[in-house]
């Protein structure tokens, strides 16, 4: 007997949390595995947002909290969005959930019905996909590549729109990508958005504060385009917070009111200390996580260089985040000792069992020619692994 939804066997596991799965399971066979397929800063959470939360546990913070969030979270948010984004929010539109992943998941369905087209981006975050065919929705990926930085044109955007288009969810700057669109080049989407008001906006900006490139532009900021415009971050990226689980959307008012509807359905609020560890953070000033963006540039840039000595690989200079997309299909049906590699998961499976690094295929992104590799980890660590790749490369005929 066959007790599992319909829902269920269609939804695809998260390729990121396979291949680290993967990773795991040779690294308990005493195989040295460098893992670089997990978006996970290795810094430790500031210790300023350690203290709030030991004063809350101190002070028994320990109930069921509201379930959009406590009060002075939400006007924490209110004033992080203001101060670092020009977004003006109150607080009843804002939403706290337990990460941004949830955030975005509680607002698909909230709006998005069977039969409704959702545009992404290609390549876009591994979730978004999943999340809207979870919820019956219809994917419209727009395809991009590394000579255009991953970024879609005005052009491709108002092509793609169409009477049943319901929202258009990206990620900047982008996971899995790294690009970072600029003002003027939102601003040109936005020409797009203007003339089709029923499209809703979600802009997922959790890496925010790793940025190489001049100060983010939030598309929310665009006037006519701030009342169907959901802005979504959180802590995990940018406060090295990942296991503390604190989203928060700004949005128009009806869809907080949704989300909170279905939130209190699903989980109620989130973690009471992690809610005041949030508030310590959010009122901090941003340049308490500038040490962490100095030492991602530093990351980005010793990869870049030490890829492009790798044959026949092609990268982009990504503008934010922490993640490197490069091209690789020079090595599809290439072979090692009899077995052809295919595809990019094919790769990631030898570049694992046999570089001993694990990465993740880009077909889980939209984009099956690519991998990605985190370089949230150690200068020492990335040489390391480039080595390896390099070298396994080098053996495939």
């Known amino acids: 007997m066959n007790f599992l939804s319909n829902r269920v066997e269609k939804l695809a596991e998260s390729e990121t949390l396979a291949m680290a799965r993967l990773g795991n399971e040779l690294k308990e066979k005493g195989v040295n595995v460098i893992n670089m397929s997990l978006g996970e800063p290795d810094f430790a959470t500031p210790d300023f947002v350690k203290l709030a939360a030991k004063d809350a ?14 009060k002075d979270l939400l006007e924490a948010v209110c004033l992080k969005f203001k101060r670092d984004n020009n977004l003006s929010f109150k607080p009843s539109q804002i939403v706290a959930s337990t990460g941004a992943k949830h955030s975005i998941i509680n607002v698909v369905m ?14 876009y975050w591994v979730s978004y996909s999943e999340m809207v065919q979870l919820n019956e929705g219809i994917v419209i990926s727009l395809p991009t590549d590394y000579k255009s930085d991953f970024k879609i044109t005005p052009a491709q955007l108002e092509k793609a729109i169409t009477p049943k288009t319901k929202m258009f969810l990206f990620s900047n700057p982008c996971n899995p990508t790294g690009t970072m669109y600029t003002e003027t080049e939102l601003r040109a989407l936005g020409e797009v958005f203007k003339k089709n008001p029923h499209v ?23 006037p006519e385009l701030k009342d169907r415009t ?6 995990s990226k940018g406060f090295a917070m990942t296991g503390w689980r604190l989203g928060y959307i700004g949005a128009p008012e009806a869809v907080a009111k949704a989300v909170v509807k279905i939130q209190g359905q699903f989980t109620s609020g989130a973690s009471s200390i ?3 560890a949030a508030v310590a953070a959010l009122n901090a000033d941003p340049s308490v996580v500038l040490p962490m963006q100095e030492a991602f540039l530093r990351r980005r840039d010793l990869l870049i260089s030490l890829m492009k000595e790798v044959p026949n690989i092609k990268v982009n200079n990504p503008g934010g985040a922490f993640y490197l997309f490069p091209e ?9 000792n009899g ?32 991998i990605r590799l985190s370089y949230a980890t150690s200068e020492d660590i990335i040489r390391d692994a480039v080595g390896r790749i390099k070298k396994a490369l080098a053996d495939l005929h």
Request: glycine share 10%; with cysteine; proline share 7%.
């Open 339 to 370: 077995t052809v590699i295919k595809d990019a998961k094919d790769l990631c499976m030898y570049l694992l069992n046999v570089g001993h690094v694990a990465m993740t295929p880009g077909g889980a992104f939209g984009a099956p020619d690519y």
């Open 57 to 70: 546990i101190d002070k028994n913070c320990s109930y069921y909290t509201p379930v959009p969030g406590y």
């Open 110 to 123: 909230a709006t998005v019905n069977p039969g409704d087209e959702v545009i992404l981006p290609a390549p």
């Open 328 to 336: 690789v299909s020079f090595y599809f049906g290439k072979s090692y």
């Open 200 to 222: 809703l906006i979600v802009s997922d900006e959790i890496y925010e504060h790793i940025t190489f490139q001049g100060k983010m532009f939030s598309i929310g900021t665009i």
């Open 230 to 235: 959901v802005t979504v971050n959180g802590l």
């Open 274 to 276: 992690t809610q005041k």
